[in-house]
């Protein structure tokens, strides 16, 4: 999948962008509209960004979760070298592993939720001048030039800002 950026000033033409790519066929899950003007998008009836697109939730737990897991590994190995190695099973082994993870995970998770999601560190600075990221998902080639095309040809007002290859939520 990849991700297509685009950025306009305001929200009033989100409305307009949004009913026209719909009509094209590209379903409402692929639009993602993010604003510092709340009311604006709320006003203009689009789907917009949650949580997770807006802040770096899923990343920041990825990696919480795999340096938690490595700590655990090497704390369940401390624990089996140390005198309670002969009494630790494998399955207590896991335990600790997992009990880590989550930790990590978790607190990923917390620091993700304070800072911006990484793919859209870029407009930041746009966003805070007022205009409006507009995230289209196209899952194969076609619909990626479809889109474009259709962008560049009825939606002037709409800059485009870039992709990203091979879209992930959490890396």
Excluded at 31 to 56: C, M, P, W, Y
């Amino acid at each position: 999948m990849k991700r297509l950026y685009y950025l306009f000033k305001g929200t009033q033409f989100a409305r307009a962008i949004s009913n026209d790519l719909k009509d094209a066929g590209i379903d409402e899950g692929q639009l993602h509209f993010l604003s510092n003007d709340q009311a604006g998008l709320q006003t203009a009836h689009v789907h917009k960004a949650d949580i997770f697109e807006e802040r770096d939730i899923p990343h920041r737990g990825t990696w919480g979760a795999i340096i938690g897991l490595g700590a655990g590994i090497l704390f369940a190995a401390y624990l089996l070298t140390s005198e309670l190695g002969p009494h630790l099973t494998f399955s207590i082994f896991v335990l600790v592993c997992l009990l880590f993870m989550l930790l990590g995970a978790w607190a990923g998770g917390f620091i993700g939720i304070s800072s911006k999601n990484h793919h859209i560190s870029r407009f930041e600075s746009a966003l805070e001048e007022g205009d409006t990221l507009l995230m289209l998902d196209a899952y194969n080639d076609t619909e990626e030039t479809a889109l474009k095309q259709l962008m560049h040809t009825r939606h002037m007002e709409a800059s485009y800002e870039g992709e990203d290859d091979n879209y992930r939520v959490f890396f």
